[in-house]
């Protein structure tokens, strides 16, 4: 039951007291001034400690450790494989034609026609998740693979830019390709090595993101529609995601950069960033926000929303003290009066935890995703922050 | 900048530098340190006579040297005496003090003893009891018997009660409570039988190590594994420890009024804005008469609805947390004093920090970690 609950709901809920539930939401909503129970300001991260390339058999690898001591593990491995067209794929390749043929029509796949052969197909890329005290086929770890695979697979870059990126074309499917017969497979294993104290979405996105950034390919020596020939020498092997090198100037914001997901709650009319177990506990919403880098705008791009079931549902009220039969005779007439809640237009007595019957204003919604992507706003910094780990 | 990413730090695992060697080392000329890596090497040491100080692991023959003792109350990891000192369990410290041997615990759950103020969360309510973590191995117990009832002494304790029972505690309450036996098993009964203790709220709650754990009872011991450990300074694993108050009020500065801090030996720790139980009911209620006082002070207890807490105190109660939080990271023990100076600390930190970045106002500037975290410890441990 509790493993259900766990699945079901943004976090491993703690059981926190009535008192303690309103005291949380009533600091965190306090209006444009929330005070987080650890004194960050909203859009503030935890410290994180991150290194890349720590797995020698893996392509790309990184392990992320949050300030609150949990810590996880990437390794992206690739094998090459020969792309069988598979009704699936025939699908996808018509879906994928229109698609091109669509609204923008300038269908840059060439002349070739498009086909998952030249575009890549999504179920190239395989993503497990291991949390310590899941099944592997529980609906969490599957869920949150799902989440980021989705986000990762349909984050087509944008058109050639002046040559510079045309290894990029398509995004992360296009790179997969090789040739017409033959295809990258890329798996990416997923390993959370401590408790999800919080819901560990954010820790697994933003390891997964640095995995990837350091994820090397082998050099194709072989041209065409050869039979793939790699160069064996690892020192020339080519990253999956283009890296700024020293020679050439490349402007970051135009290269394809995997996504992050972010994990953004509101409480009341304010916006929090990187919650901890307690804060997501009491959350109004919880949204799971994908974005990258746009290549043709040089700023950022929403790729998914995804609601997350915000535990608070679950939590007992408090019982005001004027129905509180043990306070009978204690407390005056009239004490406690109802006010109307801003945020949620609920009645609720101060003091006293009310859970969250679901529903938040739009513009609470339009404020989380504006922060998350304006510009200098949290989504650049921490894709910024994360470019700047060192890499090899 | 709204994230900080650190290189990851190497944990260095022989910190065991002993600057307490001075008091202990008059028997042994050139104390070893243990450097755990190599562990034959380690054994032919401990063999020795100069036993120093490092980690033993369960089942490691500590010494078979008869000339040392071991140490009461911990002795039920010794079960040979005098020949074979064996320990079980976990991974511990061991230190030395003359002729006597004492094993601790890098880290364990908290062992209860009769008298400890606890501070506990409700997990679960039973017919005529609430069980209580209290972050023992066990679940602590708190019968229905061993609570006040509201509506004063003579109040008769009936079936309706056990059948209201989640009218007082729920599941996910916070009690304060005091240890009032403990069973063969080490499982703790739990009383609130007096108006200190009983049900918490207006404010936080948050849960470090406690005694029992960490060996934090002994002050000499130490190899702080922390990584804000400050260099030169004796540290261990810190948490809390048993000491003179375990509840007392803070006058916090910025005006955020008293704060109740009450520090379980259990090492959960609930941080509160200071109730003026008394002075809050007769403005309710005034024409209590002096002898319904009590009666009207304890009703009160089992009160889930917060009072108004301005957001000047919340703001100190979220400090006060993280001072606390800073000093166990830093393996400092948690006490009254200590929790005071790392109080202190933070705001002198606060003025300094604020003297360098004037234009980044406000901006997070009330988190303390990394270097305000590190000038904090200094400032505690120091004095300076």
């Given at each position: 039951?509790?493993?259900?609950?766990?699945?079901?709901?943004?976090?491993?809920?703690?059981?926190?007291?009535?008192?303690?539930?309103?005291?949380?939401?009533?600091?965190?909503?306090?209006?444009?001034?929330?005070?987080?129970?650890?004194?960050?300001?909203?859009?503030?991260?935890?410290?994180?400690?991150?290194?890349?390339d720590i797995l020698p058999g893996t392509n790309g690898s990184a392990r992320i450790?949050?300030?609150?001591?949990?810590?996880?593990?990437?390794?992206?491995?690739?094998?090459?494989?020969?792309?069988?067209?598979?009704?699936d794929t025939l699908d996808a390749r018509s879906l994928s034609l229109q698609s091109d043929l669509g609204p923008s029509g300038d269908g840059?796949?060439?002349?070739?026609?498009?086909?998952?052969?030249?575009?890549?197909?999504?179920?190239?890329v395989q993503m497990s998740i291991e949390i310590p005290g899941f099944r592997d086929d529980d609906a969490l770890p599957v869920f949150l693979a799902e989440m980021?695979?989705?986000?990762?697979?349909?984050?087509?870059?944008?058109?050639?830019?002046?040559?510079?990126?045309?290894?990029?074309a398509g995004g992360l499917k296009g790179r997969l390709v090789i040739n017409k017969r033959w295809h990258w497979r890329l798996y990416i294993d997923v390993l959370l090595l401590s408790q999800p104290l919080s819901y560990p979405l954010p820790l697994l996105s933003l390891t997964t993101h640095l995995a990837l950034l350091s994820t090397k390919l082998p050099k194709l020596k072989s041209q065409g529609e050869e039979d793939p020939f790699f160069d064996d020498d690892w020192a020339v092997a080519e990253y999956l995601y283009p890296r700024a090198s020293a020679g050439l100037k490349f402007n970051p914001s135009q290269q394809v950069r995997p996504p992050v997901t972010l994990l953004v709650i509101s409480v009341g009319e304010n916006v929090i960033f990187d919650p901890n177990r307690e804060e997501i506990a009491v959350a109004d919403a919880v949204l799971a926000i994908s974005v990258t880098r746009d290549t043709e705008s040089q700023g950022l791009k929403l790729l998914t929303i995804r609601t997350i079931d915000p535990p608070s549902r679950l939590t007992q009220p408090g019982v005001p003290n004027s129905e509180n039969v043990n306070m009978l005779g204690a407390t005056a007439p009239g004490e406690s009066v109802a006010v109307l809640n801003p945020a949620t237009g609920e009645e609720e007595i101060?003091?006293?935890?009310?859970?969250?019957?679901?529903?938040?204003?739009?513009?609470?919604?339009?404020?989380?995703?504006?922060?998350?992507?304006?510009?200098?706003?949290?989504?650049?910094?921490?894709?910024?922050?994360?470019?700047?780990?060192?890499?090899? | 900048m709204a994230i900080t990413i650190l290189p990851p730090v190497v944990e260095d695992l022989g910190p065991y530098q002993s600057d307490s060697d001075e008091s202990m080392s008059d028997n042994s000329d050139s104390d070893i340190?243990?450097?755990?890596?190599?562990?034959?090497?380690?054994?032919?040491?401990?063999?020795?006579?100069?036993?120093?100080?490092?980690?033993?692991?369960?089942?490691?023959?500590?010494?078979?040297?008869?000339?040392?003792?071991?140490?009461?109350?911990?002795?039920?990891?010794?079960?040979?005496?005098?020949?074979?000192?064996?320990?079980?369990?976990?991974?511990?410290?061991?230190?030395?003090?003359?002729?006597?041997?004492?094993?601790?615990?890098?880290?364990?759950?908290?062992?209860p003893e009769i008298g400890d103020l606890v501070v506990g969360r409700i997990v679960e309510v039973q017919s005529r009891r609430w069980k209580v973590d209290v972050a023992a191995p066990l679940l602590a117990q708190l019968p229905l018997s061993a609570i006040n009832l509201p509506g004063g002494i003579l109040r008769r304790r009936t079936s309706a009660d056990e059948l209201q029972i989640r009218t007082f505690f729920c599941e996910g309450d916070l009690v304060v409570a005091e240890v009032q036996s403990v069973h063969q098993d080490g499982a703790a009964s739990l009383h609130t039988r007096s108006l200190k203790y009983g049900k918490l709220r207006n404010g936080i709650f948050l849960a470090v190590t406690?005694?029992?754990?960490?060996?934090?009872?002994?002050?000499?011991?130490?190899?702080?594994?922390?990584?804000?450990?400050?260099?030169?300074?004796?540290?261990?694993?810190?948490?809390?420890?048993?000491?003179?108050?375990?509840v007392w009020t803070l006058e916090t500065h910025n005006g955020g009024g008293e704060v109740d801090v009450y520090l379980?030996?259990?090492?959960?720790?609930?941080?509160?804005?200071?109730?003026?139980?008394?002075?809050?009911?007769?403005?309710?209620?005034?024409?209590?008469?002096?002898s319904r006082m009590e009666e009207m002070v304890s009703s009160s207890i089992y009160s889930s609805q917060n009072d108004e807490i301005p957001p000047q105190t919340r703001r100190e109660i979220a400090r006060l947390a993280q001072s606390i939080q800073v000093l166990v990271q830093g393996g400092v023990r948690v006490d009254e004093d200590t929790v005071r100076q790392a109080y202190e600390a933070s705001q002198q930190v606060d003025l300094e920090v604020g003297d360098d970045d004037e234009d980044e106002h406000s901006e997070g500037r009330e988190y303390l970690e990394g270097s305000k975290a590190r000038r904090i410890l200094e400032l505690v441990v120091h004095g300076n």
């Open positions: 039951m509790t493993a259900q609950r766990q699945a079901s709901s943004a976090a491993q809920t703690p059981h926190l007291s009535a008192a303690e539930l309103s005291y949380l939401y009533t600091s965190l909503s306090l209006p444009n001034n929330p005070i987080r129970p650890d004194g960050r300001s909203p859009t503030q991260f935890r410290p994180l400690a991150a290194e890349c450790g949050f300030a609150d001591g949990t810590q996880a593990i990437v390794g992206v491995k690739a094998e090459v494989e020969k792309t069988t067209l598979t009704a840059r796949e060439g002349t070739e026609g498009s086909s998952a052969a030249t575009g890549g197909h999504g179920s190239w980021m695979r989705e986000s990762l697979v349909g984050s087509v870059g944008g058109k050639d830019g002046d040559g510079i990126e045309r290894g990029m101060p003091g006293v935890w009310r859970p969250r019957r679901g529903g938040v204003k739009r513009s609470v919604i339009a404020g989380m995703v504006k922060t998350v992507l304006k510009k200098g706003g949290v989504g650049e910094e921490v894709l910024a922050g994360l470019e700047g780990v060192q890499v090899g | 340190e243990m450097s755990g890596v190599s562990r034959s090497n380690k054994r032919a040491r401990l063999g020795s006579k100069k036993a120093g100080k490092g980690i033993v692991t369960p089942g490691e023959v500590v010494t078979d040297d008869p000339q040392w003792m071991r140490e009461r109350g911990r002795s039920r990891h010794f079960h040979k005496p005098f020949i074979d000192i064996y320990c079980s369990h976990c991974r511990r410290y061991r230190q030395k003090t003359n002729k006597l041997l004492s094993v601790h615990p890098l880290r364990a759950r908290y062992t406690g005694t029992g754990g960490s060996g934090a009872n002994n002050s000499s011991v130490k190899g702080g594994v922390g990584s804000l450990a400050v260099p030169g300074n004796a540290t261990g694993t810190g948490g809390v420890v048993r000491s003179r108050r375990q379980g030996v259990n090492g959960y720790i609930y941080i509160a804005k200071h109730a003026d139980g008394a002075a809050a009911t007769t403005s309710a209620s005034e024409n209590v008469a002096i």
